[in-house]
């Protein structure tokens, strides 16, 4: 064997076990947090559960945010807002980005797929923004029950989203539908 082939080779090692370091890190946080908390909008008839430890607002029954605490100074986050409308639930990219994306400049959509929000039918869009010089992953979920939209937003720095990104599917998991 050669030098190059040497140096690759061992250069393919420590991407490896970087990757799998990275990836077992993110593991070993998802299933450290539990989600102990419910937070209940009889109001608008949700419920989801939350991670011990984080902080809870809530403004007006309309919105609601749920913060992680993080070493980072950009906040790990999700917010739930709901609004009453009759209008439909957006189902193209195009629709959503008219609607909804207007106020985020710089919004990068990557993906939109059907999914379901607890027991609940929707969208889930994917995509980034820079924020403060730091590139932002936003995750949005919109789900429609009767007249009610739900709007959920889930915002973390890209570089959180390994060790983030399973929580916030834990916490969309357990929404429910409270209305009788």
Same mark, same amino acid.
């Given at each position: 064997?050669?030098?190059?082939?040497?140096?690759?080779?061992?250069?393919?090692?420590?991407?490896?076990?970087?990757?799998?370091?990275?990836?077992?890190?993110?593991?070993?946080?998802?299933?450290?947090?539990?989600?102990?908390?419910?937070?209940?909008?009889?109001?608008?008839?949700?419920?989801?559960?939350?991670?011990?430890?984080?902080? &809870? *607002?809530?403004?007006?029954?309309? /919105?609601?945010?749920?913060? $992680?605490?993080?070493?980072?100074? @950009?906040?790990?986050?999700? !917010?739930?807002?709901?609004?009453t409308t009759d209008e439909?639930?957006?189902?193209?990219?195009?629709?959503?980005?008219?609607?909804?994306?207007?106020?985020?400049?710089?919004?990068?959509?990557?993906?939109?797929?059907?999914?379901?929000?607890?027991?609940?039918?929707?969208? &889930? *869009?994917?995509?980034?923004?820079? /924020?403060?010089?730091?590139? $932002?992953?936003?995750?949005?979920? @919109?789900?429609?029950?009767? !007249?009610?939209?739900?709007?959920?937003?889930?915002?973390?720095?890209?570089?959180?989203?390994?060790?983030?990104?399973?929580?916030?599917?834990?916490?969309?998991?357990?929404?429910?539908?409270?209305?009788?």
């Open positions: 064997m050669n030098k190059v082939s040497i140096q690759a080779i061992i250069l393919s090692i420590c991407c490896f076990t970087l990757l799998s370091v990275s990836s077992a890190n993110a593991n070993n946080y998802k299933d450290e947090i539990k989600l102990k908390n419910t937070y209940t909008n009889e109001e608008h008839g949700f419920s989801f559960r939350y991670p011990e430890g984080w902080s &809870k *607002l809530v403004f007006q029954d309309e /919105l609601v945010t749920i913060m $992680a605490k993080n070493d980072s100074t @950009f906040p790990v986050a999700m !917010e739930i807002r709901c609004q439909p639930l957006p189902d193209t990219m195009e629709s959503l980005e008219e609607v909804y994306l207007d106020s985020f400049e710089g919004f990068k959509a990557e993906s939109l797929e059907d999914t379901n929000i607890g027991n609940w039918k929707g969208k &889930k *869009l994917m995509g980034t923004m820079d /924020l403060e010089g730091q590139r $932002a992953r936003f995750i949005q979920y @919109f789900c429609k029950d009767q !007249e009610k939209l739900y709007l959920i937003t889930c915002i973390m720095l890209d570089i959180q989203s390994e060790k983030y990104g399973p929580v916030f599917e834990d916490i969309i998991k357990s929404y429910k539908n409270t209305n009788k």
